[in-house]
């Protein structure tokens, strides 16, 4: 794994949260490879939300380096890590993913209001908003509609094309689909998978549940490439 | 766009964030209407008497004297003899000379004794004079000029007959000498509105057959020989001077002041205007201090909403964090909507004030003789509107700040 294929690399990081139950999460060696699907598969609890906020820079490692697309994203400052998020990185959580009283049209641009990169990929926002709707199987009326009034499958689909506007090299899902019904899933992460390639971006999702596991190009074990220890004062 | 983020996120909150707009327009709306109130009533204080350089009258304070000559506030302690009159009359400063006698009462008006001098001389705005709307001025012994007040309160015209009761608060009639009203004069905003004129003879003629304050049992003098009566009173309550220059006027007022044969007092208007808005003065600063502090109560009320509605809120600041906002962006955004909110406020106060004055405005006018004007904002009404939107601004900041905090701790990842 070259440092140019790889858009993701965790490096012996350890990060520890302090107080009162702490908790310590190590991840000695974890990479993503440009273009690639990954699903990273583990248990509430296991630190994957821990994981997710140091590889989105909310966070900072103790020790180690966390590699983003060539930026060692310990090294920056916090507001250059909020810039170097806006731009680098494409989000999508498990619910309430969107302003529930903006319209989906203002929802999917906002990216584009702190990324001046992904900004300047984008010619005419609009149309490439509703383009995205469109390849997303969105109504076309939907766009003026205020967020809060979609259904949740339509809010994931809305989350997808606000992560995708501006093609940032990768895309995190946090359990996008976990609110989703078994055969809504499907489709969404067909979806998911099409617009990511398409748009020549890494997909890496994190969930619970293994059922999904053969969509992807490789599934991770949460527990295989890091460990957590508990302990209570 | 973030402009219109904010504002679809206070629509999406509309009960509390009304509620908020509500107060601070309501508070907005009390301060400017009680500095409409303090401004208008200093104007139209100021403005009450103008053109006249001295009032006379017997001695006792300057305001008690401006009080009942002017604004027929209370009542004169002593009269002015008819001879201490002509000898100030006779004086070679005193360019014109106006009496004026007090005491009796139309319904809920004075009556006013004076001469068709007054008609030229009385002036307020600044020299505006006294126009008749309708008749004329008295020409018979027994006809009166009605100011525009007493004319619309009591329905009266032309040739309409009034009866002058004597005192203020009295029973008793002077109902066997009944006047005509003559004349209505044009509103002015002054006491003069809520007057009724008369000759200062027709004042002697009504009081023929009273002695003492209280009528002479069985004595009624016919009507047409009180007519040929000598009507030259005996006392007056009051003079208004005018002298001929105005070098002349503090010369004139030791004279008088000094005047041997009887205690007398001669007063400034302006200067005693004056002393008098000193004394309503304080009333003033201490409403004004009462309206600031409702304005401030508001604000902190915005504050106490901003607090509250931070939790709730914690998802959608996450949302922003996760777009790459800096935390500083939600700080910015906290402040914008309580700028936008004390904003929609003043702006609705500012509505809601001349609302209300345009409501107000005959009703103020009517009972206290005030007369606010309905003008654009002045400079210092938009100084107070643009304070209110930076100090909510301000305000907004201790909650945004918490906001701050929050957001750095949470991150993206919010589990509600």
Known sequence: ?233 | MMLRLAYGSLIARALTVAMTIIAIALSVALFLGVEKVRTGAKASFADTISGTDLIVGARSGSVQLLLYSVFRIGNATNNLTWESYQDIANRSEVDWIVPISLGDSHRQFRVMGTTSAFFERYKYRSGQSLTMKEGAAMSDLFDTVIGADVAATLGYEIGDPIVVAHGLASFSNHDDQPFRVSGILEKTGTPVDRTVIVSLQAIEAIHVDWQTGARIQGQTTPVDVIRKMDLTPTAITAALVGVKGRFQIFGLQRAINEYTEEPLLAILPGVALQELWQIVGIAETALIGVSGMVVVTALIGMMATIFSSLNERRREMAIYRAMGAKPRVIVSLLVLEAALMAAIGALLGLALLYIGLWLAQPLVDQAFGLWLPIEAPSMREFWVLIGVIIAGAIVSMVPAIRAYRMSVADGMMVRI
Request: charged share 20%; with cysteine.
């Open chain 1, 1 to 233: 794994m070259s440092k140019d294929t790889s858009i993701l690399t965790l490096k012996d990081v350890r990060y520890r949260w302090s107080g009162r139950a702490s908790f310590e999460l190590s991840v000695p060696q974890f990479s993503v490879n440009r273009g690639e699907t990954v699903l990273l598969l583990g248990e509430s609890g296991s630190g994957k939300s821990t994981l997710l906020s140091l590889i989105c820079g909310t966070i900072i490692a103790q020790n180690g380096i966390v590699d983003v697309g060539g930026t060692d994203i310990g090294a920056l400052s916090a507001r250059e890590r909020d810039q170097f998020r806006a731009e680098q990185i494409g989000l999508i959580f498990q619910q309430f993913n969107l302003l529930p009283y903006a319209t989906v049209l203002d929802n999917i641009l906002l990216p584009l209001r702190f990324a001046k990169s992904r900004r300047q990929a984008v010619p005419s926002p609009n149309a490439m908003a509703s383009q995205l709707c469109d390849e997303l199987g969105l109504p076309s009326d939907v766009i003026h509609a205020r967020a809060g009034t979609l259904s949740v499958g339509q809010q994931q689909r809305v989350a997808a094309a606000r992560a995708l506007i501006g093609n940032p090299p990768l895309i995190i899902a946090d359990e996008p689909t976990s609110a989703l019904d078994a055969a809504t899933q499907l489709t969404f992460l067909k979806l998911l998978f099409d617009q990511s390639r398409q748009h020549d971006t890494t997909l890496l999702m994190v969930s619970h549940d293994a059922r999904l596991a053969d969509q992807f190009d490789r599934v991770v074990k949460m527990s295989d490439v890091a460990e957590n220890k508990r302990e209570t004062t």
